[in-house]
């Protein structure tokens, strides 16, 4: 029985790929464990950035002596470089955690509105957690990528409870960007005219609340998803570009070229020898 086990790994999954080095946001490893009353962990310092998300029982997690407890719908972020320190403190505890050790994972983190430490987060996305599991399970940089697209979709359902109360457009105009960068048309001066404010106005407030500026996330969102495409297929880059919101294929090839170091020829020829 699940109860039983102690500590208890439901799943856990590391990478074994070199995709992480290619993706703006990407997976080192993730797990979900139930552990007893008695479990503890401590390690020293880490060289990635860990997200633990509760979702049964109450754990405690150690910043120097201060002491944080979180219940269900509650998440703690230690930041690469800190101490790990925690323990069940409820008969069990379960939990989820996934780590990023990408250079850019804290400005991605940031990006989402997350901070380090306790935050409230919601009900823990246990399925969320178990598909960048299965997709890691792969060991091909197919499962990377897909890995990286869950991981993504993680933070912005970990981000929702953080967004601005008093100014909803500004989660309105990410939401926007979320649901559709895969479409050409959209653009900074649409989602803009589609709140109703000055583009200077949207790129302020974007990177005040989001530590980026709001061309560069959609920008992202479109390479995230056509480095997987290239990733998962062989469809030709025009195709791949117009899937992911790109006007321009040969823009799209030396983004691919300027952001991993590989063009998408070679990144396919990659997975094929695999």
């Not at 979900?32 to 310092?45: C, I, K, L, Q, Y």
């Not at 505890?93 to 380090?116: K, P, S």
């Not at 890995?147 to 309105?172: F, K, M, Q, V, Y």
């Not at 479109?222 to 297929?233: E, N, T």
Request: proline share 5%; aromatic share 10%.
């Amino acid at each position: 029985m699940m109860q039983e086990i102690h500590p208890g790994p439901l799943m856990q999954f590391r990478a074994h790929t070199g995709a992480r080095e290619y993706l703006p946001l990407s997976v080192r490893s993730v797990g979900r464990f139930r552990v007893n009353a008695d479990w503890r962990e401590s390690f020293g310092p880490r060289w990635f950035l860990e997200l633990f998300w509760t979702v049964e029982g109450r754990g405690c997690f150690y910043e120097g002596r201060k002491k944080f407890e979180t219940k269900p719908g509650e998440l703690f972020i230690y930041p690469s470089g800190s101490a790990h320190r925690l323990e069940a403190v409820s008969p069990t505890w379960e939990y989820c955690w996934v780590t990023f050790d990408h250079a850019d994972c804290t400005r991605w983190v940031r990006g989402f509105g997350l901070g380090d430490g306790r935050q409230t987060a919601g009900p823990c996305p246990v399925e969320r957690f178990d598909a960048i599991g299965r997709a890691l399970a792969l060991g091909t940089l197919e499962g990377e990528c897909e890995a990286a697209h869950h991981a993504h979709a993680l933070l912005i359902e970990a981000s929702r409870l953080n967004w601005p109360r008093g100014d909803t457009g500004i989660a309105r105009a990410k939401a926007l960007m979320d649901d559709g960068f895969s479409n050409p048309a959209l653009s900074i001066e649409a989602v803009a005219s589609e709140l109703g404010v000055h583009r200077t106005t949207l790129y302020r407030l974007f990177r005040a609340q989001y530590g980026l500026n709001p061309n560069h996330y959609l920008k992202n969102l479109r390479l995230h998803r056509a480095l997987q495409l290239v990733q998962q297929g062989d469809l030709p880059i025009g195709e791949i570009a117009r899937s992911s919101g790109f006007n321009d294929p040969n823009y799209l090839s030396r983004l691919i070229k300027q952001t991993v170091g590989h063009s998408a020829r070679q990144l396919r020829t990659t997975r094929q020898a695999m």
